[in-house]
């Protein structure tokens, strides 16, 4: 069982990473973001810390949004699409190790881009933060990663083949302007801060911002147990979504 679940997650991620489009824009985007707004602007202060240390938790939640979303979504709906799924469940392998091999392959992706950004910050933007900060860091970012992949799986049996990558940035995009990920969050309108204390994006950038100290002062807990009920909802969407398509399918 562990064999084929290994197997997989290593060819759902060689997969992934042949493909250009996923692969090279789900890391380019959150760095290209950080260099032009972390390093061009890193003597300016936020909060009272340096721009290029405010940055990394809320790029870094950007760059896992996006690597989750796209890799289970889009995948999943094109998959689906192409009648993929219907050979999936005619083959010996237990379905959950089909989906477990996508949230494997956005979890290494997610840490892909934060390990990028975190060499960025330290060799360009003078990111001095103790290696146990930095662990802690990457870990939140890592393990929040888990809502956006559940989000995705629900996304990717209600979305198409070709209107998949819109449907899911109709999401994306909004959840991270409102969730203070572009601009800092306290710079944002009063109505949108009241919008985003229901968004899981801002529930991970503060638990993120909280290790380098910049946290909005909400007790850790709450952010995490936000997040545990927005994964419990998806993932119910997309067992509900497979079952639809289960008895479409015969």
């Known amino acids: 069982m562990l064999t084929i679940c290994f197997q997989e997650a290593k060819y759902e991620f060689l997969k992934n990473l042949r493909n250009p489009m996923y692969s090279i824009s789900t890391v380019l985007f959150p760095i290209m973001f950080y260099v032009l707004f972390g390093l061009v602007m890193g003597r300016q202060m936020i909060a009272g810390i340096r721009t290029t240390v405010y940055l990394l938790p809320t790029y870094g939640t950007f760059g896992v949004m996006g690597a989750s979303l796209f890799g289970t979504a889009a995948t999943l709906a094109s998959e689906r699409g192409l009648g993929w799924l219907q050979v999936k469940r005619a083959s010996p392998m237990p379905p959950f190790a089909y ?3 996508k949230v494997v392959m956005s979890l290494i992706f997610s840490a892909i881009v934060i390990t990028l950004l975190f060499l960025l910050g330290i060799a360009f933007g003078g990111v ?3 290696a146990s900060t930095l662990a802690k860091l990457g870990l939140t970012l890592i393990a929040g990663s888990l ?3 559940a989000m995705g799986l629900a996304i990717g049996y209600f979305a198409g083949p070709t209107s998949a990558p819109a449907f899911i940035n109709i999401f994306y995009l909004p959840m991270s302007f409102c969730s203070g990920l572009w601009l800092p969050f306290m710079f944002l309108p ?3 801060q ?3 204390v229901f ?6 950038a503060q638990l993120a911002l909280s290790r380098v100290g910049a946290g909005q002062g909400a007790p850790g807990l ?3 147990e936000a997040l545990a009920g927005f994964t419990m909802l998806c993932l119910g969407v997309a067992r509900w979504g497979h079952q639809r398509d289960e008895r479409a399918n015969g």
């Open 199 to 204: 968004l899981p994006s801002y529930h991970l």
């Open 190 to 192: 009063t109505f949108i």
């Open 99 to 101: 989906f477990l091999a």
């Open 128 to 130: 001095h933060l103790p």
């Open 194 to 196: 009241h919008i985003a």
């Open 147 to 149: 809502p956006f992949c």
């Open 222 to 224: 709450g952010h995490w």
